[in-house]
């Protein structure tokens, strides 16, 4: 039959230029993409190579490696030729290591013009050499380490602050006829970072790359960041994202996709359509929805799973989504597409939902 509909998002894209980290596009005319940054020593080549295979597994479209000493810039050209996804070398301080990352046959380089000495008079060698190995940057202004010039100017990092620092690094760059670079104007606060990247947003056309910087532990770091990146996203503003959390890399990767896939920017897999359960419940709804949310980790493929706490929205839930249960008197009807295929006992209504899931899933599949 035909194939369905794309699902409605809020806003179109914002139109941006277009460039490439190594294999992934970035910009208006590609996915949203999802980035994070290894936690391993660079140095350690197998263990950030691992951590890396752990990301891709994951859903992480582009990698990020710290590149703060020599010797991690020796590691560098056994990750970019392992690594499965593009590898980023992130720069601070030293220009040298741009230019080793290039040589190394990374993907992209992460510059922080704010505090690189002389950056200005740095640009046109990098430019020249990322150009000629096809290599993208991002101009990554951060508010904690912004040019002395504009603090001096502004006193503090304001959205104002950042978008100028931005704005002058970009021109810097395309001043020596190179443009493939996107830009992040990064701050704790996300107030001011949605303010600074709408403001970048209208200043040019160059893709966007989202974050708010120092998030915090798990769960404040997704909150600041789904919340940010959502008043961004819903308008079209961004593309390719990366959720800093103090908390295992592959966590970031499953917020950021989580993100992307509420907003319809990326095509949903497991959904699980859980009630919050209250005073009518006749099951322990928190510890159903943990266990069916683990049990079928890792699903790739498009499905909707209604756990619901009693029969009040549970037919109906249940009739929406591919699979569901609705509990009541120690049993479960199983939903498949809206019709119960079976009643269980209640200590059978994980087991049977993942069954049925896999099933589902098998038939879904791939063709
Ligand atoms: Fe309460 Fe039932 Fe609604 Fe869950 S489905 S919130 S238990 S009324």
């Given at each position: 039959g035909m194939p369905a509909p794309p699902p409605p998002v809020l806003n179109p894209r914002r139109k941006t230029r277009q460039i490439k980290v190594g294999k992934v596009g970035v910009g208006s005319d590609s996915p949203i993409s999802v980035q994070s940054m290894?936690?391993?020593?660079?140095?350690?080549?197998?263990?950030t190579l691992q951590q890396i295979a752990e990301l891709t597994a994951a859903g992480c479209d582009i990698v990020r490696v710290a590149c703060p000493s020599a010797d991690d810039a020796e590691a560098l050209p056994a990750i970019a030729q392992k690594s499965q996804i593009p590898v980023i070398a992130?720069?601070?301080f030293q220009p040298k290591y741009v230019f080793a990352a290039i040589d190394a046959g990374c993907a992209g380089v992460r510059v922080n013009p704010g505090n690189i000495r002389k950056f200005d008079d740095q640009v046109k060698e990098i430019s020249k050499a990322a150009a000629d190995a096809g290599v993208s940057i991002r101009i990554g202004v951060n508010a904690g380490s912004l040019d002395k010039r504009i603090m001096d100017k502004y006193g503090k990092a304001?959205?104002?602050a950042l978008v100028e620092s931005a704005v002058w690094e970009a021109s810097l760059f395309e001043e020596h006829g190179f443009s493939d670079f996107k830009i992040s104007v990064k701050h704790h606060d996300p107030v001011v970072m949605v303010r600074a990247y709408e403001l970048l947003a209208e200043a040019g056309d160059w893709p966007l790359h989202l974050g708010v910087t120092e998030a915090?532990?798990?769960f404040q770091g997704t909150i600041k960041s789904a919340t940010a990146f959502g008043a961004l996203l819903s308008q079209g503003i961004g593309d390719t994202i990366r959720v800093s959390l103090s908390a295992p890399p592959v966590e970031e990767i499953k917020v950021g996709n989580q993100i992307l896939e509420s907003l319809n920017l990326k095509p949903r897999t497991l959904e699980i359509v859980s009630c919050p359960s209250c005073g009518r419940a006749q099951v322990d709804v928190y510890e159903l929805a943990d266990k069916v949310t683990a049990g079928l980790e890792g699903l790739e493929v498009p499905l909707r799973v209604a756990v619901m706490?009693?029969?009040v929205n549970g037919p109906g839930e249940a009739r929406e989504a591919d699979l569901g249960v609705a509990s009541g008197n120690g049993k479960g009807q199983i939903f498949v597409k809206g019709e119960v295929i079976k009643t269980v006992p209640e200590a059978k209504i994980v087991e049977t939902l993942i069954e049925e899931a896999m099933r589902i899933a098998e038939e879904n599949g791939d063709p």
């Amino acid at each position: 039959g035909m194939p369905a509909p794309p699902p409605p998002v809020l806003n179109p894209r914002r139109k941006t230029r277009q460039i490439k980290v190594g294999k992934v596009g970035v910009g208006s005319d590609s996915p949203i993409s999802v980035q994070s940054m290894t936690t391993t020593k660079t140095t350690d080549i197998n263990s950030t190579l691992q951590q890396i295979a752990e990301l891709t597994a994951a859903g992480c479209d582009i990698v990020r490696v710290a590149c703060p000493s020599a010797d991690d810039a020796e590691a560098l050209p056994a990750i970019a030729q392992k690594s499965q996804i593009p590898v980023i070398a992130d720069i601070h301080f030293q220009p040298k290591y741009v230019f080793a990352a290039i040589d190394a046959g990374c993907a992209g380089v992460r510059v922080n013009p704010g505090n690189i000495r002389k950056f200005d008079d740095q640009v046109k060698e990098i430019s020249k050499a990322a150009a000629d190995a096809g290599v993208s940057i991002r101009i990554g202004v951060n508010a904690g380490s912004l040019d002395k010039r504009i603090m001096d100017k502004y006193g503090k990092a304001t959205p104002e602050a950042l978008v100028e620092s931005a704005v002058w690094e970009a021109s810097l760059f395309e001043e020596h006829g190179f443009s493939d670079f996107k830009i992040s104007v990064k701050h704790h606060d996300p107030v001011v970072m949605v303010r600074a990247y709408e403001l970048l947003a209208e200043a040019g056309d160059w893709p966007l790359h989202l974050g708010v910087t120092e998030a915090g532990p798990a769960f404040q770091g997704t909150i600041k960041s789904a919340t940010a990146f959502g008043a961004l996203l819903s308008q079209g503003i961004g593309d390719t994202i990366r959720v800093s959390l103090s908390a295992p890399p592959v966590e970031e990767i499953k917020v950021g996709n989580q993100i992307l896939e509420s907003l319809n920017l990326k095509p949903r897999t497991l959904e699980i359509v859980s009630c919050p359960s209250c005073g009518r419940a006749q099951v322990d709804v928190y510890e159903l929805a943990d266990k069916v949310t683990a049990g079928l980790e890792g699903l790739e493929v498009p499905l909707r799973v209604a756990v619901m706490g009693c029969i009040v929205n549970g037919p109906g839930e249940a009739r929406e989504a591919d699979l569901g249960v609705a509990s009541g008197n120690g049993k479960g009807q199983i939903f498949v597409k809206g019709e119960v295929i079976k009643t269980v006992p209640e200590a059978k209504i994980v087991e049977t939902l993942i069954e049925e899931a896999m099933r589902i899933a098998e038939e879904n599949g791939d063709p």
